[in-house]
């Protein structure tokens, strides 16, 4: 339990990372879709890793907790790559105009 507790929340401080790293590029270079593709990636990165512990973790107990885990795992990944594009194009213009 405290295995998956971790690593879900690996995953969460790799959208809040992402989400940070694509605030910075839009004040800096204004490029909306390079940004959001590098923070996508990093958000990828983060959930691949997290599926590999878990497979390493939970393959040899047992196959239900395998793969449960490894779809909410997945859950967590998706929701985040929806969530963090839309709130980077919805605050695209007052992260743009704020050069600071």
Avoid: H
């Avoid at 004040?27 to 879709?33: A, L």
Wanted: proline share 2%.
């Amino acid at each position: 339990m405290v295995v998956f507790l971790g690593l879900s929340i690996l995953i969460l401080l790799g959208a809040v990372l992402s989400y940070f790293a694509a605030r910075q590029g839009l004040k800096k270079n204004e490029k909306v879709f390079e940004n959001i593709f590098s923070a996508l990636c990093i958000i990828c990165l983060f959930g691949l890793a997290s599926a590999l512990i878990w497979f390493k973790y939970a393959g040899p107990i047992n196959e239900f907790f395998l793969f449960g885990g490894m779809l909410f795992l997945i859950g967590i990944t998706v929701i985040c790559l929806v969530i963090l594009p839309i709130i980077l194009l919805v605050r695209k213009e007052k992260l743009i105009d704020s050069k600071g």
